[in-house]
């Protein structure tokens, strides 16, 4: 059973930073997609960042020069780093995982971290 284990988040000043962090059980997620997503009141969930298991990048209009999104396999994790925070960045966000061994598909996600941006 693949879990993932979300670290970070809290309250910020608008134009300050915070780092997510997000810990997936096991040791298979060096063959797998992570991402992060986020969900604010009121609004559909949303792609934020995005990064193969061969490390290519991508992210949101909204996010791109202020946000970076980065992995670790040898410690099984994918952090989100986040810059010049704005209100707008306030939301739920959640850890994302995918990917395929064999022929059996892996899509899991994490509990959700609150990230408040104060104006």
């Known amino acids: 059973q693949v879990q993932l284990v979300e670290s970070g988040g809290g309250l910020v000043q608008s134009g300050g930073s915070q780092r997510l962090s997000c810990k997936v059980s096991?040791?298979?997620?060096?063959?797998?997609?992570g991402g992060w997503y986020r969900q604010a009141p009121g609004k559909q969930r949303e792609l934020v960042a995005t990064?193969?298991?061969?490390?290519?990048?991508n992210y949101a209009d909204s996010v791109k020069g202020r946000f970076t999104i980065s992995r670790d396999n040898s410690e099984n994790t994918v952090t989100l780093q986040m810059n010049s925070l704005k209100p707008e960045d306030t939301a739920v966000y959640y850890c994302?995982?995918?990917?395929?061994?064999?022929?059996?598909?892996?899509?899991?996600w994490g509990q959700g971290s609150q990230v408040t941006v104060s104006s």
């Open positions: 994302h995982a995918d990917g395929y061994i064999g022929t059996s598909r892996y899509d899991h």
């Open positions: 096991g040791s298979i997620f060096r063959w797998f997609a």
């Open positions: 990064i193969t298991s061969g490390g290519n990048t």
